[in-house]
């Protein structure tokens, strides 16, 4: 008798919603958890090709952790494509400024890098405090 593994599809996805609040997490350790639940990697039907995760809301992004030095010493740069395009900014004040681009920087950086991770990425919303807009969607409470 054979026995076959079953090979999720993406219509097979029940796009569930989990809200996270990074109040006090720290931020690798939240991004592992983000980045899981929108691969799908807790659920059994797990597929690595398909999309059979869940929308994640992260909220409290401001209130995020980092340890150690990082926050002095932890640069993100972006170039513009034209000699001396090159920018940087410290983790401390990407922090004041766009305090959600921390996380979705941090998540963006553990999701496949095809078009699968494109369209997981558009699946994760961030918000510096604690309102969003997505309670018709009733999420549930995930914690760290």
């Known amino acids: 008798m054979k026995k076959y593994t079953y090979s999720a599809k993406d219509s097979d996805n029940q796009d569930k919603?989990?809200?996270?609040?990074?109040?006090?997490a720290v931020l690798g350790r939240l991004a592992t958890t983000v980045a899981?639940?929108?691969?799908?990697?807790h659920n059994?039907?797990?597929?690595?090709?398909?999309?059979?995760?869940?929308?994640?809301?992260?909220i409290n992004a401001e209130k995020i952790a980092l340890t150690g030095n990082k926050l002095e010493q932890k640069k993100y740069y972006s170039y513009s494509g034209f000699i001396g395009g090159?920018?940087?900014?410290?983790?401390?004040?990407?922090?004041e400024k766009r305090p959600e681009?921390?996380?979705r920087f941090a998540v963006k950086g553990m999701l496949p890098?095809?078009?699968?991770?494109?369209?997981?990425?558009?699946?994760?919303?961030?918000?510096?405090?604690?309102?969003?807009?997505?309670?018709?969607?009733?999420?549930?409470v995930v914690t760290i």
């Open 17 to 24: 919603w989990c809200i996270i609040d990074a109040e006090g």
């Open 101 to 103: 681009d921390l996380i």
């Open 86 to 95: 090159l920018k940087e900014i410290t983790a401390e004040k990407l922090l």
């Open 44 to 58: 059994p039907m797990y597929t690595p090709h398909a999309d059979t995760g869940d929308s994640v809301i992260v």
């Open 113 to 140: 890098k095809n078009r699968l991770g494109s369209k997981l990425n558009k699946k994760l919303k961030v918000y510096a405090g604690s309102d969003h807009p997505h309670e018709a969607q009733q999420p549930e």
């Open 36 to 41: 899981s639940r929108l691969r799908g990697k």
